[in-house]
């Protein structure tokens, strides 16, 4: 029997995880160089569009389809095979398409997380081939193992909406290939447009709320939990990252502002239906110190990250992930696990373990298959085409009549 109340919120859900993508692609474009915006933005939405061919062909059916304890599911629901208008998604009170959609827009934006790393430097025809060989040999699987009723899940590992699933595996990801591809040429380009960065964030934190809440499955108290826990996480680390950056800089820049907002969502995503409203205000905080450090330890090293994926996702999605072992509790979702704070040792080192061993894998994968990449089709740009910008030299467009 379809609940039209649920059905009508998750549809909701799924055009605010939408939203996400192209929030994504004007944060980006306004943090890159004014040569490159395009490219870096094109790289988001063509995500839109070739993950949801992907996603219709293979991917919901090896993230959803049978397989129980293991790695993939099967192939029996290829091309959304045997799925009709009617059919309900178990118990939840809304059709399976809609489930399908939903999960789709988390398939979507993940891949496009990680463009951010390698800004300015990789070919357009390079991308084509890690978009859709990177969701199905790293995505598809943890789906799967962790919401798909495989592997991890089994073990009675927990990812409310992303912390290991999308964050852990796009910022691990996206430091692999920042390790392959080098540094730019021109490492002292400064942010294009920070007001288009803004309405990115702007989109971003509201297409959250639907990203985190909508991972319930349901229209419930959880539900309004993690809406508001979201809120809180982001609002907290905004401040904090403000702060630090004020005190160590001596003035409080926007972009910082904003930066840690990204960081506390991404932090309270694994968690944001299973902890307090006072854990995930914590959660906010100290994602933003986290995020922080990495993002100086990176320039430190001189690791270019151009646009912070690895320290703000990555970093973010494993110390949510981790503070999810510690404060997660069944007093606010039975549903759930009782952190180590609470006495659960074990579930606290499962968390631990399967974020830790997720960012491995996602780290060493995509580098090997950088690689291999590199033997089809050259992954860098030339110096040529990088100091012209990718606008120009891979997409024969500019996003101004006139660069300066």
């Known amino acids: 029997m379809i609940n039209t109340g649920s059905t009508g919120f998750m549809l909701l859900a799924t055009s605010l995880v939408m939203l996400m993508t192209p929030g994504l692609a004007f944060f980006y474009g306004g943090l890159a160089c004014k040569r490159n915006i395009l490219g870096i933005m094109m790289q988001s939405f063509v995500s839109l569009g070739l993950t949801t061919i992907l996603w219709f062909f293979v991917g919901y059916s090896l993230c959803f389809s049978g397989g129980e304890g293991a790695i993939l599911g099967n192939l029996d629901k290829m091309f959304l095979n045997g799925i009709a208008p009617t059919d309900m998604f178990g118990d939840a009170g809304f059709p399976e398409l809609v489930f399908v959609a939903y999960q789709m827009m988390f398939a979507i934006i993940t891949p496009a997380l990680i ?47 992303g912390g290991i699933v999308v964050h852990a595996t796009a910022g691990f990801a996206a430091l692999a290939s920042v390790f392959y591809v080098g540094s730019r040429k021109y490492k002292d380009s400064k942010p294009n447009n920070i007001p288009l960065m803004a309405v990115g964030t702007a989109l971003l934190w509201f297409g959250w709320y639907g990203f985190n809440a909508g991972s319930e499955l ?108 510690i404060f997660a509790s069944t007093a606010i979702n039975p549903v759930g696990a009782d952190g180590l704070f ?50 120009i030299s891979m997409h024969g467009e500019c996003a101004y009549d006139a660069i300066h």
């Open 218 to 325: 349901n229209v419930d108290g959880i539900t309004a939990l993690a809406f508001l826990n979201s809120d809180i996480a982001a609002s907290f680390a905004a401040i904090t990252w403000m702060i630090i950056e004020w005190l160590r800089e001596t003035k409080p820049k926007f972009v910082g502002l904003m930066t840690g907002a990204v960081a506390g969502l991404a932090t309270i995503t694994p968690a944001a239906g299973l902890v307090s409203m006072h854990v995930a205000a914590l959660m906010g905080i100290l994602g933003a110190i986290a995020c922080y450090f990495a993002v100086h330890i990176k320039n430190r090293m001189q690791w270019d990250d151009a646009l912070d994926v690895w320290g703000v996702h990555g970093i973010g999605g494993v110390t949510g992930t981790i503070l999810l072992g």
């Open 115 to 161: 463009t951010g790393a390698f800004a300015n430097r990789i070919t357009f025809k390079a991308y084509i081939i890690f978009l859709v060989v990177w969701q199905l040999f790293v995505y598809y699987p943890f789906v799967h193992m962790v919401w798909g009723g495989g592997l991890l899940a089994e073990m009675g590992v927990i990812d409310f909406a």
């Open 342 to 391: 609470y006495g659960g040792t074990a579930f606290f080192i499962k968390e631990l373990s399967v974020v830790l061993g997720a960012s491995i894998y996602a780290f060493i994968f995509t580098y090997i298959m950088l690689m291999l990449i590199n033997v089809i089709t050259p992954v860098k740009v030339s110096d040529e085409e990088e100091l012209a910008g990718l606008d």
